[in-house]
C-alpha cells in the first residue's frame, strides 16, 4: 500500500529539501570563497590556470626552461620591471591579488555577520558558540580595520606569488600527474595536510609563550568572542610568520597543484568556520566543530590545532573540564581546580 501524504506535508518536505539544497550550496560557496581570508584567491587562481593549461611538462630530470611569462604583458613598458627581474605585470598581479582578496573578505564576512550578529542577535542560544558574550563595538570596528589592513598585505604577497609561477620562474609545484605517479599525488594530500596541520599548532603554541603572547599574539586574543572578521585580525608579524609556512612547500618539495588548491582551499574555509563564533559541526570525523577554536579565545591557552584535535591529542593541550584557564596560565595544560581555591584562599587570608 503507498503512502498518501497531504499537501501540506508534502510543501513541509518540500520546504525542507530546499532548506539542505540552500545549506549545500551555501557551503560550496564559502569553501570556493574562502581562499580570499588569507589573500591567497589570485594565487590559488594562478595555480589552477596552469592546471588547466599545461598539457607537457618537462620531467624532473630535465633541465629547467629558461623562464618567460605563461601570458602576454598586459601593462604598458613604463610600468614594468626589467625582463632581468622575470616579474611582468607585477603592479597589476599585485593589484588583482588586493582587489579579489578585499572584496571576498568583504562581502564574505559582512554577509555572515549580517546574518548571524545583525538579524539573529535576539536569540544568540540557538547559534552562538558564546551566547552571553559579544565583542565590544570598539573591538569589532578594531577587528574590521585590522583584518582589513592584513588583507591589503596578504593580497600583495599573493599577487607576487601569482606573477612569480604565471612568469616561469622557479617552483617546486608540478602540474601533471604522471610526472611522480599517482600514488606520490594522492599520497600528497595526506603530508601536504599534515604538514599545514603540524606547522599551525607548533607556531600557534610558540606564539602562547609568555614574551610572544604579550607582544604578538595577545593583538589577537583582544577577540575573546570571535567573528569572521577577526580570522584574520592579529599582529601583521603574525600574519606574516603563518604564510612562511604556507608559502614554503611551493619551493621546497614537489607538489601537484591541484593538491596544493584543495589543502588550502579546505583549511581557509574551516578557518572561516572556527572565527565565525557560530555553532557548527563538521561530517569529518578529525575536524573539530567550531566550537573546539572558540574554546581557545574563551580560555586562551588551549587547543592550539585548527583542523585536527591530533597533536593536542598528543602533547595533552586540549581543553579539560577539570582543569582551571585563564590569559596568565601558560603552558596548555590548565592549572587544576583544587590549585585555585588554595591560591584564593592564601589571598584572602593575606587581607
Request: glycine content about 6%; some cysteine.
Given at each position: 500500500?503507498?503512502?498518501?501524504?497531504?499537501a501540506?506535508?508534502?510543501?513541509?518536505?518540500?520546504?525542507?529539501?530546499?532548506?539542505?539544497?540552500?545549506?549545500?550550496?551555501?557551503?560550496?560557496?564559502?569553501?570556493?570563497?574562502?581562499c580570499?581570508?588569507?589573500?591567497?584567491?589570485?594565487?590559488?587562481?594562478?595555480?589552477?590556470?596552469?592546471?588547466?593549461?599545461?598539457?607537457?611538462?618537462?620531467?624532473?630530470?630535465?633541465?629547467?626552461?629558461?623562464?618567460?611569462?605563461?601570458?602576454?604583458?598586459?601593462?604598458?613598458?613604463?610600468l614594468?620591471?626589467?625582463d632581468?627581474?622575470?616579474l611582468?605585470?607585477?603592479?597589476?598581479?599585485?593589484?588583482?591579488?588586493?582587489?579579489?582578496?578585499?572584496?571576498?573578505?568583504?562581502?564574505?564576512?559582512?554577509?555572515?555577520?549580517?546574518?548571524?550578529?545583525?538579524?539573529?542577535?535576539?536569540?544568540?542560544?540557538?547559534?552562538?558558540?558564546?551566547?552571553?558574550?559579544?565583542l565590544?563595538?570598539?573591538?569589532?570596528?578594531?577587528?574590521?580595520?585590522?583584518?582589513?589592513?592584513?588583507?591589503?598585505?596578504?593580497?600583495?604577497?599573493?599577487?607576487?606569488?601569482?606573477?612569480?609561477?604565471?612568469?616561469?620562474?622557479?617552483?617546486?609545484?608540478?602540474?601533471?600527474?604522471?610526472?611522480?605517479?599517482?600514488?606520490?599525488?594522492?599520497?600528497?594530500?595526506?603530508?601536504?595536510?599534515?604538514?599545514?596541520?603540524?606547522?599551525?599548532?607548533?607556531?600557534?603554541?610558540?606564539?602562547?609563550?609568555?614574551?610572544?603572547?604579550?607582544?604578538?599574539?595577545?593583538?589577537?586574543?583582544?577577540?575573546?568572542?570571535?567573528?569572521?572578521?577577526?580570522?584574520?585580525?592579529?599582529?601583521?608579524?603574525?600574519?606574516?610568520?603563518?604564510?612562511?609556512?604556507?608559502?614554503?612547500?611551493?619551493?621546497?618539495?614537489?607538489?601537484?597543484?591541484?593538491?596544493?588548491?584543495?589543502?588550502?582551499?579546505?583549511?581557509?574555509y574551516?578557518?572561516?568556520?572556527?572565527?565565525?563564533?557560530?555553532?557548527?559541526t563538521?561530517w569529518?570525523?578529525?575536524?573539530?566543530?567550531?566550537?573546539?577554536?572558540?574554546?581557545?579565545?574563551?580560555?586562551?591557552?588551549?587547543?592550539?590545532?585548527?583542523?585536527?584535535?591530533?597533536?593536542?591529542?598528543?602533547?595533552?593541550?586540549?581543553?579539560?573540564?577539570?582543569?582551571?584557564y585563564g590569559?596568565?596560565?601558560?603552558?596548555?595544560?590548565?592549572?587544576?581546580?583544587?590549585?585555585?581555591?588554595?591560591?584564593?584562599?592564601?589571598?584572602?587570608?593575606?587581607?
Amino acid at each position: 500500500m503507498g503512502i498518501e501524504l497531504s499537501a501540506g506535508e508534502l510543501l513541509h518536505h518540500f520546504r525542507d529539501y530546499l532548506r539542505h539544497c540552500v545549506a549545500l550550496m551555501a557551503t560550496a560557496v564559502l569553501v570556493l570563497l574562502s581562499c580570499a581570508l588569507k589573500g591567497d584567491v589570485a594565487l590559488i587562481g594562478a595555480l589552477s590556470y596552469k592546471v588547466l593549461t599545461v598539457k607537457n611538462n618537462p620531467s624532473p630530470q630535465d633541465p629547467a626552461p629558461k623562464p618567460r611569462p605563461y601570458l602576454e604583458p598586459l601593462l604598458p613598458d613604463y610600468l614594468q620591471l626589467p625582463d632581468e627581474y622575470g616579474l611582468t605585470d607585477l603592479l597589476f598581479y599585485v593589484g588583482v591579488g588586493v582587489a579579489s582578496s578585499q572584496l571576498i573578505y568583504q562581502l564574505l564576512c559582512g554577509a555572515i555577520q549580517l546574518f548571524y550578529y545583525t538579524l539573529q542577535r535576539g536569540n544568540p542560544e540557538t547559534w552562538k558558540c558564546q551566547p552571553n558574550r559579544f565583542l565590544t563595538r570598539s573591538n569589532e570596528w578594531h577587528e574590521i580595520v585590522v583584518g582589513t589592513l592584513n588583507m591589503t598585505l596578504a593580497g600583495s604577497m599573493s599577487g607576487f606569488l601569482t606573477c612569480w609561477i604565471l612568469n616561469g620562474n622557479y617552483t617546486s609545484v608540478y602540474f601533471v600527474i604522471g610526472d611522480y605517479g599517482h600514488a606520490y599525488y594522492f599520497l600528497s594530500f595526506i603530508w601536504l595536510f599534515l604538514w599545514f596541520e603540524a606547522s599551525a599548532y607548533y607556531s600557534h603554541r610558540l606564539l602562547h609563550t609568555p614574551w610572544l603572547y604579550k607582544t604578538v599574539h595577545k593583538h589577537h586574543h583582544r577577540y575573546h568572542s570571535p567573528t569572521p572578521y577577526s580570522v584574520i585580525a592579529m599582529s601583521p608579524f603574525e600574519m606574516m610568520f603563518y604564510q612562511i609556512f604556507f608559502v614554503a612547500p611551493l619551493f621546497t618539495v614537489p607538489i601537484h597543484a591541484s593538491v596544493y588548491v584543495a589543502i588550502e582551499l579546505y583549511i581557509f574555509y574551516f578557518g572561516l568556520v572556527d572565527h565565525s563564533g557560530v555553532k557548527m559541526t563538521s561530517w569529518l570525523p578529525w575536524q573539530p566543530d567550531s566550537m573546539f577554536h572558540d574554546d581557545h579565545h574563551k580560555f586562551f591557552h588551549c587547543n592550539f590545532g585548527f583542523n585536527a584535535r591530533l597533536f593536542d591529542w598528543l602533547h595533552g593541550t586540549y581543553h579539560k573540564a577539570n582543569r582551571t584557564y585563564g590569559e596568565e596560565v601558560f603552558g596548555g595544560y590548565g592549572k587544576p581546580v583544587c590549585v585555585l581555591v588554595c591560591t584564593c584562599l592564601i589571598a584572602v587570608s593575606r587581607l
